[in-house]
């Protein structure tokens, strides 16, 4: 459940943060650097979420499904 609830906030957080860098602390960049930091900043909520459903699959085991 856990892990659930953090999976929530993340993507929360990716949105929230982004809309609020983008529209109040990016008037200066072009449409192509705002869409960028966007990118990024999903790339890295991606990269934390995987890194903790990772943990939590290797932890039960379903990660070793393929070596039966």
Do not use: P
Not at 20 to 35: A, H, P, R
């Amino acid at each position: 459940m856990l892990r659930v609830i953090l999976s929530i906030l993340i993507l929360a957080g990716f949105l929230v943060g982004s809309l609020i860098y983008v529209g109040f602390y990016t008037e200066s960049f072009s449409t192509l650097q705002k869409i960028i930091s966007i990118l990024v900043a999903m790339i890295i909520a991606f990269t934390i979420l995987a890194v903790v459903w990772v943990t939590w699959a290797g932890r039960r085991g379903i990660m070793d499904w393929w070596r039966d």
